[in-house]
């Protein structure tokens, strides 16, 4: 005989049963009051609940995969177009030929040292700044400087080739809001580095003065706390010139209707009406830094021409670069403080790269010139091989100035897998990878100089730096947001004499590595053999590949 259960339990039996026989009567009433969207959302909460309680179980919140999750570095994909709102086109990347359904990402793995590549995307007869760039066989068919075709042949048949041919717009597309998301995603750019270019910006526009140029010294414009008093160089040009190259390099044009239009249009037309009439752009401050504010400023006004294609803009444009081609010391081809001087490798780096700025516009720069630049650096090379660099001929090299010197060297034609190249980076790599020292002067060149070689040494970098950068910006609600503090949280090498405005220029800078220029060197089917060169020499090589001689401008 079955034993006799506990009253409780009988009782509650019981009523449970009739419960269920009520509902089951009563269902059909229960239903109709109940609406559908009630049971829809019903289930699917009941779904949801299960769901989330799978993905915890297999979660790395749930502790199994915790070690694994730590390996990864930040921001390590951006799947997503962090700049545009129109869908993205992969035809348009430059760094593949596949189109896919997933959007390219930040590599992870290396980059292969192996490939061959060239300067500048796949349009026609598109070179490197300089006539002596190391690329293609000029074709038969040119384009001349208005964009009409024509034809002509030369000595052998082929076509006497144009100092400038090329379409002088396509250097500065990447900065085209379409292509910036392409190339932040392919380069290694975050949404997060671009929110603090966006945020710099704003801080640089609001410290613009009435008469539209900027100064190191900035204070006067300040509104509400935060920018602490400091006395820096005094330099109006070099800060107008400063404010303005990352404004343009973030795609801002006077002629484009943008957040930063008449920013920049009040800057250009500052820099103009302060130009001499020999070209000269400086307007007084400290001596040493004439021929450094003059090439600064003539970046911004060839790189404004570039993009704009603004006749107005030529003229003075024209008249800079003259003024420091007019500069170069004759006989070591290098420039320093004031026109003349035998010059030093920091200074000769900023004139090289607004001789750069000027080709990319359209301006033409004579082939003496680029020649006296080689000449400096082969003296400024404290190796025979050419690896390292002094800050003057004779002394010892330093990593900064290494850093600067190969990034000119680059731009001069040297191919990405030369020898004196590839080992000068991989000795800038290891010092950036183990030093403490906080040089955004340094930073600058150098995250230019490894991005351009994008190999396996660049995802590293990048990631320090980027997120260092984004990490130091100043942040909150006072006049300061932003900005980079020179002093915090570790003194800049030169940002105690240079001042918060340079700190901030230069860092923007850094941080529109991934989309201010297009890539320097990238894939083709097309590229010439180089295997020769090794041996022969690079630059012999490439000058006997490139653009004939043009007359001399002295």
């Keep these: 005989m079955r034993p006799k259960r506990p009253r409780f339990w009988r009782i509650l039996k019981l009523r449970g049963r009739r419960l269920i026989a009520r509902l089951d009567r009563r269902a059909a009433i229960l239903l109709y009051w109940v609406p559908s969207w009630g049971t829809s959302l019903l289930l699917h909460a009941a779904f949801l609940l299960l769901l989330g309680l799978y993905v915890y179980a297999h979660s790395s919140w749930g502790g199994r995969d915790a070690e694994i ?24 990347d430059p760094f593949t030929h596949e189109k896919k359904a997933d959007a390219p990402s930040i590599p992870i793995e290396r980059a292969d040292p192996e490939v061959t590549l060239v300067a500048q995307p796949e349009i026609p007869r598109l070179t490197d700044f300089t006539p002596v760039v190391a690329g293609p066989e000029p074709t038969l068919l040119a384009i001349n400087a208005t964009g009409s075709k024509a034809r002509g042949t030369g000595k052998g048949g082929t076509i006497a080739p144009q100092t400038h041919s090329e379409d002088i717009t396509a250097p500065f597309s990447g900065r085209s809001t379409e292509m910036k998301g392409i190339l932040l995603r392919r380069e290694g750019g975050t949404a997060e580095s671009e929110k603090a270019v966006d945020e710099g910006l704003d801080w640089l526009a609001r410290h613009q003065k009435l008469d539209g140029g900027w100064s190191l010294n900035f204070q006067s414009e300040c509104k509400g706390q935060g920018c602490l008093p400091h006395a820096a160089l005094d330099s109006d040009t070099a800060a107008t010139g400063l404010a303005l190259l990352p404004l343009l390099g973030a795609g801002h044009i006077h002629t484009v209707k943008t957040r930063y239009q008449a920013n920049i249009r009040r800057g250009l037309d500052w820099l103009i009406e302060h130009q001499n009439g020999g070209g000269d752009l400086f307007v007084g401050g400290v001596r040493n830094a004439h021929l450094y ?22 003229e003075p444009a024209t008249r800079a670069i003259r003024f420091i081609i007019d500069a170069q010391n004759t006989q070591t081809g290098g420039w320093r403080y004031e026109p003349g001087d035998t010059g030093d490798t920091s200074v000769f780096g900023w004139q090289m790269f607004a001789l750069r700025s000027a080709r990319l516009g359209g301006i033409d720069v004579p082939r003496n010139v680029l020649k006296g630049c080689k000449a400096y650096l082969d003296e400024a090379a404290t190796d025979s091989s050419r690896v390292t660099y002094s800050y003057q001929p004779g002394r010892k090299g330093t990593y900064v100035m290494t850093a600067e010197a190969l990034l000119a060297r680059q731009y001069l034609g040297w191919p990405r897998d030369f020898p004196p190249l590839v080992k000068g980076v991989g000795h800038v790599a290891e010092n950036l990878k183990e030093s403490t020292e906080r040089n955004i002067y340094y930073w600058y060149y150098a995250t230019q100089l490894l991005h351009n070689m994008h190999n396996k040494e660049w995802p590293r970098w990048n990631v320090k730096i980027r997120e260092s950068l984004i990490r130091t910006q100043v942040a909150g609600q006072g006049c300061d947001r932003g900005s980079w503090d020179p002093f915090l949280p570790q003194l800049d090498t030169w940002g105690g004499s240079a001042g918060r405005l340079y700190e901030t220029a230069l860092t923007l800078l850094t941080l529109e590595v991934y989309y201010r220029y297009l890539p320097l060197y990238r894939r083709s089917e097309n590229d010439p053999p180089e295997k020769e060169a090794i041996g022969a020499g690079k630059d012999e090589v490439a000058a006997k590949r490139g653009f004939e001689p043009v007359p001399s401008a002295k």
């Design 69 to 92: 999750r730590a390996e990864f570095p930040p921001a390590a994909q951006l799947r997503d177009n962090a700049i545009s709102l129109s869908r993205s086109d992969h035809a348009g």
């Design 293 to 314: 504010s003059h090439a600064i400023a003539a970046m911004a006004l060839c790189e404004a021409y570039g993009l704009s294609q603004d006749e107005r803009l030529r």
